[in-house]
């Protein structure tokens, strides 16, 4: 009996005969995921694939510039996208070559849990992990009372910020710290350095996109304080979530 279509977080139906057997990721956090779970189904992954750290797989050039000739090379009969991270022109050629592609949709932690347990049970066929379990008991509570204001620097020169509607956002809320940008009109705001150094609120200076580290980044602010915390944990979702709660309380409660 053929298996029914299932649809993807943007409602497209996928073709799949069968479960699949051969797949490429396009999203670190879904490599990650798929190699803790399923190594031996992943054949391919973007340079930007960091962990796990032994990943032995294809390489296929960056997230927002595949290689679609190597990605069409490996045979794959599913490529994993996801919205935000991912162009729709790529998804639209892969697809126009005959190659599946389920496109992911993540603004919440509850959310990426979500999406990753359909992706797993619904489109490769496999239980779900008992790492996304573990990820559900640290994450799946109400949203903490807010103790902390808190920004999220993700660039500089010029200087961006996480905004509104996103996952990193929500997972700053659920540590019961406010987002002083969740109510700005972008998703992601070129800000002033004004706006980030103000009394009374830390400053989360990641590893990624930008590589803020103990010279680059800390010596820019005089009034707010500043904390360097794993971008995995920060924006990351699938098995760097679990004890990611108490790593990056660590990290900015200090």
Not at 125 to 131: F, N, R, Y
Not at 178 to 205: K, T
């Amino acid at each position: 009996m053929s298996r029914s279509t299932p649809v993807d977080d943007l409602g497209y139906a996928v073709p799949l005969a069968t479960s699949p057997t051969r797949v490429v990721s396009l999203v670190p956090s879904i490599t990650e995921a798929l190699a803790t779970t399923s190594p031996s189904r992943l054949v391919g992954a973007t340079d930007w694939c960091t962990h796990p750290s032994d990943l032995a797989v294809q390489r296929v050039r960056g997230t927002k510039n595949p290689d679609l000739k190597a990605i069409a090379a490996l045979e794959p009969d599913l490529v994993v996208a996801n919205k935000e991270e991912n162009r729709e022109l790529d998804v639209q050629r892969l697809r126009a070559d005959g190659i599946p592609v389920w496109v992911t949709d993540i603004e919440t932690v509850p959310g990426a849990l979500d999406s990753l347990e359909r992706l797993f049970v619904e489109a490769l066929e496999v239980a779900a992990p008992a790492w996304l379990a573990a990820a559900r008991a640290e994450w799946g509570g109400p949203v903490a009372a807010t103790t902390l204001d808190v920004a999220v620097a993700i660039w500089r020169d010029p200087w961006m910020a996480v905004g509104r509607d996103t996952f990193t956002g929500d997972l700053v809320s659920r540590l019961g710290w406010r987002n002083v940008f969740d109510g700005h009109a972008d998703r992601y705001p070129h800000v002033d350095l004004a706006d980030l150094d103000r009394d009374g609120i830390v400053v989360l200076l990641p590893d990624e996109p930008y590589v803020f580290t103990v010279d680059d980044g800390p010596e820019a602010f005089s009034r707010a304080r500043t904390a360097l915390v794993s971008g995995r944990l920060l924006t990351w979702y699938g098995p760097s979530l679990v004890g990611a709660r108490v790593a990056l309380t660590q990290a900015v409660m200090r």
